[in-house]
């Protein structure tokens, strides 16, 4: 038993590293995939059982896994998917993802994806936390009580919030030169499409993806593909841009500001004085950047 359920783990890490094979992603990062398949297989207990014995930090421990990959291991165990995977084979849906915790219906996950821009669980533990969910009609506090305790319990968070995005110290300046990368190699057709499954009857191989790294840091990039951003035609212009840092995974949205003194610059949602400071210190007086790469979705 315990090598099938291994050998099933495994499996799914050797597709995701065979994906970011295909996608150009650093070989080093391609390389950990494919040994902690290895690794996997060889082991003489399922790591189900390491995981309730000794929760995520026992995967962590395990020779030539780490946390990132132990997070990985976690959510195929777990959740029976790897949100990885998903957005690497483009089957990302929040959705979907919304009305798999409990106390969330398809009505409130649409809600929360379209109304509040939220698209993964991270997003979903701050709004938790932050007052958002509780604006909305129907989330009590029972309700609120349960969402925090199921995210709580799934992405391993040891405080009120989790780690949503603002709580990794990355300077703005080096999101917006991820979000500069993908835009020019976008641009020059250099970067390997995917057909996401959200959005796209016909099947067609529209979306860029990018993987690079900024001081021991993968990242991924790829266009927006959620129905706010097809409603308001900005899927060549809203860049979404995934952190892994170890522990956890962050994401952040760079998009063109439309108003303000920031107009027709690149901006990160949500630390637009940030921005303001950064261009203000590396180009005063410089004018505003307003390329935006168009691609037909």
């Known amino acids: 038993m315990s090598r099938q359920e291994n050998d099933e783990v495994a499996a799914r890490l050797d597709e995701i590293a065979a994906i970011?094979?295909?996608?150009?992603?650093?070989?080093?990062?391609v390389r950990a995939y494919r040994q902690a398949a290895d690794t996997l297989r060889r082991l003489a207990v399922p790591v189900s059982q390491i995981l309730l014995a000794e929760g995520i930090d026992g995967l962590d421990r395990i020779r030539g896994v780490g946390p990132s990959l132990a997070r990985t291991i976690r959510d195929i165990v777990v959740h029976g998917y790897s949100p990885i995977l998903q957005r690497l084979r483009g089957e990302s849906d929040p959705v979907r993802l919304f009305t798999s915790v409990?106390?969330?219906?398809?009505?409130?996950?649409?809600?929360?994806?379209?109304?509040?821009?939220?698209?993964?669980?991270?997003?979903?533990?701050?709004?938790?936390?932050?007052?958002?969910?509780?604006?909305?009609?129907?989330?009590?506090?029972?309700?609120?009580?349960?969402?925090?305790?199921?995210?709580?319990?799934?992405?391993?968070?040891?405080?009120?919030?989790?780690?949503?995005?603002?709580?990794?110290?990355?300077?703005?300046?080096?999101?917006?030169?991820?979000?500069?990368?993908?835009?020019?190699?976008?641009?020059?057709?250099?970067?390997?499409?995917?057909?996401?499954?959200?959005?796209?009857?016909?099947?067609?191989e529209w979306l860029p993806i990018l993987h690079t790294e900024r001081h021991g840091r993968h990242y991924t990039a790829l266009f927006s593909n959620t129905a706010r951003a097809h409603r308001l035609g900005m899927t060549g212009d809203w860049v979404v841009l995934y952190c892994d840092d170890g522990p956890r995974e962050h994401q952040w949205t760079v998009i063109t500001a439309a108003f303000g003194p920031l107009h027709g610059r690149r901006i990160v949602r949500g630390r637009?004085?940030?921005?303001?400071?950064?261009?203000?210190a590396t180009t005063p007086g410089m004018p505003a950047d307003k390329t935006a790469v168009q691609v037909a979705s």
């Open 20 to 29: 970011l094979t295909a996608q150009s992603a650093n070989p080093f990062r």
């Open 102 to 204: 409990p106390g969330i219906g398809p009505r409130l996950a649409g809600r929360l994806h379209d109304e509040m821009g939220l698209d993964t669980l991270p997003q979903l533990e701050a709004a938790a936390y932050d007052g958002r969910l509780e604006q909305i009609a129907g989330v009590g506090p029972k309700r609120l009580t349960g969402i925090r305790d199921t995210l709580a319990r799934r992405l391993g968070s040891t405080s009120a919030g989790g780690g949503s995005a603002g709580d990794i110290d990355i300077p703005v300046g080096e999101l917006l030169d991820v979000d500069r990368e993908y835009r020019d190699r976008a641009r020059a057709g250099e970067l390997h499409r995917i057909a996401p499954h959200r959005f796209n009857p016909r099947h067609d």
């Open 272 to 280: 637009e004085r940030e921005c303001a400071t950064f261009y203000e």
